[in-house]
């Protein structure tokens, strides 16, 4: 079973203009789903005290999360193709612009649990909120925010002493990189030590970058959803070891806010390109992650960069096939 998890990226797209918000949280998750009869075998497991066959799917099975999410997707397909329900395995979100349409949403999410017999955690479980914390974002009216609680895992992190530990710094990292502009660029000198056969070494380059993503993490932004109605602007920059781009819309109080940073390590060759070609590069990486953001934007899109170096493109009378490519 191949059914795809949303991503991060599209549950922030969902809640766009959404004021009022409830999250649901269920019981026993994996195991409301019953293994098809005969084929308990193929769960089994053994012990000292003999061989057990599980008659419910349980976590750790390979097709437990997207059996499950399928079939909550099954269950709920009509209000969240409405726009105003989230499934995330065994996490609901209800989010909706007025409190009267909302009322009538969780009331019908509810009984759709009670018909299908899955009861929810009532402790882990918010109604009506202005703001709420869900995957570890802090979604309000406002826009998106980091988790505190998971910013401050971030900030409390001690100085790794081995590569595993800079792996699992990185690994948590990298969830918020959405929200750090230039990560790669900053991440680098970690990254380098998770490098196949690079000789470990701490050192103060090392220190720096580990202490400058931290710094990042607190300030962290608060992204603004992307309203299509509203002009957008992509502003990019590269240097030797990455590409560094924002998307930006122009909001309500006349000023630029940020809706995600792009940022992207260069590889081996591409740190051999000439100025003028990773600067380009950035500007295409934009193009392709964010063209479902462009392409359905109202206004005339304004690409923002060091206009110095692709002067080349202008006056190129031969351009290489990388180049006629792009």
């Known amino acids: 079973n ?4 949303p991503l991060i990226s599209e549950i922030i797209d969902k809640v766009g203009k959404a004021k009022v918000f409830t999250k649901l949280d269920l019981q026993w998750g994996y195991n409301n789903v019953r293994i098809k009869k005969g084929d308990e ?15 419910v799917m349980f976590f750790g099975m390979t097709n437990s999360p997207p059996t499950f999410h399928n079939m909550m997707n099954d269950i709920f397909k009509d209000v969240i193709d409405k726009g105003v ?3 995330f395995i065994d996490d609901i979100l209800i989010f909706t612009e007025d409190e009267e349409n909302h009322e009538a949403i969780v009331q019908e999410v509810l009984r759709r649990l009670a018909e299908n017999d899955l009861f929810l955690k009532p402790e882990k479980c918010v109604f009506g909120a202005s703001e709420i914390e869900f995957l570890g974002l802090l979604i309000g009216p406002d826009g998106i925010k980091m988790d505190p609680i998971k910013v401050q895992a971030i900030t409390d992190w001690p100085a790794p002493t081995r590569v595993k530990e800079v792996q699992a710094f990185l690994g948590l990292a990298n969830y918020y990189r959405r929200f750090v502009h230039n990560f790669s660029k900053i991440a680098a000198p970690l990254h380098n030590l998770t490098r196949k056969g690079v000789v470990w070494r ?10 400058e993503l931290k710094r990042k993490f607190v ?3 608060i992204l603004a959803p992307v309203d299509f109605t ?13 590409t560094g781009v ?8 006349d000023k630029w806010h940020p809706c995600a940073y792009l940022s992207k390590g260069l590889n081996d060759v591409e740190r051999n390109y000439d100025v003028h070609d990773k600067e380009m590069l950035g ?20 690409i923002w960069m060091d206009h110095q170096n692709l002067q080349y493109f202008m006056s190129a009378k031969k351009l290489n096939h990388r180049q006629a490519r792009w």
């Open 2 to 5: 191949a059914h795809p998890l």
């Open 41 to 55: 075998w193929k769960a089994a497991f053994a012990m000292h005290q003999g061989s057990f066959e599980l008659l």
């Open 85 to 87: 329900v989230i499934i």
């Open 202 to 211: 701490w050192g103060e380059q090392q220190q720096t970058a580990f202490e």
């Open 219 to 221: 300030e962290g932004p």
């Open 230 to 242: 509203h002009p957008l602007r992509v502003e990019s920059d590269a240097s030797n070891f990455a």
């Open 246 to 253: 924002v998307l930006s819309m122009l909001c309500k109080d």
């Open 283 to 302: 500007i295409i990486r934009a193009l392709e992650v964010w063209r479902h953001y462009l392409e359905g934007c109202m206004h005339q899109i304004e």
